[in-house]
T-cell receptor, first 113, second 114 residues
Framework: EDKVVQSPLSLVVHEGDTVTLNCSYE??????LLWYKQEKKAPTFLFMLTSSGIEKKSGRLSSILDKKELFSILNITATQTGDSAIYLC?????????????FGTGTRLTVIP | NAGVTQTPKFQVLKTGQSMTLQCAQD?????MYWYRQDPGMGLRLIYY???????DKGEVPNGYNVSRLNKREFSLRLESAAPSQTSVYFC?????????????FGAGTRLSVL
């Protein structure tokens, strides 16, 4: 059965801290792993990773994929209150002929001033 | 929201009532999706449509029907709403071809069934 597990479920940090969010997966015919940020409304796309060991970076956020160990991490350095959100990990696989995403339950990050 | 418009934004139904959630895209993308999001459950796929006129079941299709009559619109219908269908519903589109899995989401519809 396809599965995406995120940890921790929730995290509270102070501004300026660095956080690491984890995502492990078991998905049939893996194609890609995606990270989304969800504040009050729609999830917004952050990164897509398809190859092991290649870091994707955007400002203070970075992510890396390990296809051998079936996991990814999302790092946020120098956290700000605006980073408070639910971070969703999704894995894309080829199921029944469609390129669908399978989501984890998310990590709720709270950054306090 | 990446050109994805969902209506309505909020809805309250009584058990047994029916309603249709609308989703429209302003581009010409083939793939469209309906998800529901419940606390502690993440996003779960209800139905998807790989192209105009085709639809397929996702992980949690029971109690729902969909319609993709044209390329722009993908609607989700609850024929007889139940309290278990209280959730936030998201429509998404996938612009990329083939294995490019990136999906972009609408703002969501918050549905309460009493």
């Amino acid at each position: 059965e396809d599965k995406v597990v995120q940890s921790p479920l929730s995290l509270v940090v102070h501004e300026g801290d660095t956080v690491t969010l984890n995502c492990s997966y078991e998905v049939t015919n893996f194609r890609s792993l995606l990270w989304y940020k969800q504040e009050k409304k729609a999830p917004t796309f952050l990164f897509m990773l398809t190859s092991s060991g290649i870091e994707k970076k955007s400002g203070r956020l970075s992510s890396i994929l390990d296809k051998k160990e079936l996991f990814s991490i999302l790092n946020i350095t120098a956290t700000q209150t605006g980073d408070s959100a639910i971070y969703l990990c999704a894995v894309g696989g080829l199921q029944t002929g469609a390129n669908n995403l399978f989501f984890g339950t998310g990590t709720r990050l709270t950054v306090i001033p | 929201n990446a050109g994805v418009t969902q209506t309505p934004k909020f809805q309250v139904l009584k058990t047994g009532q029916s309603m249709t959630l609308q989703c429209a895209q302003d581009m010409n993308h083939n793939s469209m999706y309906w998800y529901r999001q419940d606390p502690g459950m993440g996003l779960r796929l209800i139905y998807y449509s790989a192209s105009e006129g085709t639809t397929d079941k996702g992980e949690v299709p029971n109690g729902y029907n969909v319609s993709r009559l044209n390329k722009r619109e993908f609607s989700l219908r609850l024929e007889s709403a139940a309290p278990s269908q209280t959730s936030v519903y998201f429509c998404a589109i996938k612009p990329g071809p083939g294995p490019i899995n990136i999906q972009y989401f609408g703002a969501g519809t918050r549905l309460s069934v009493l």
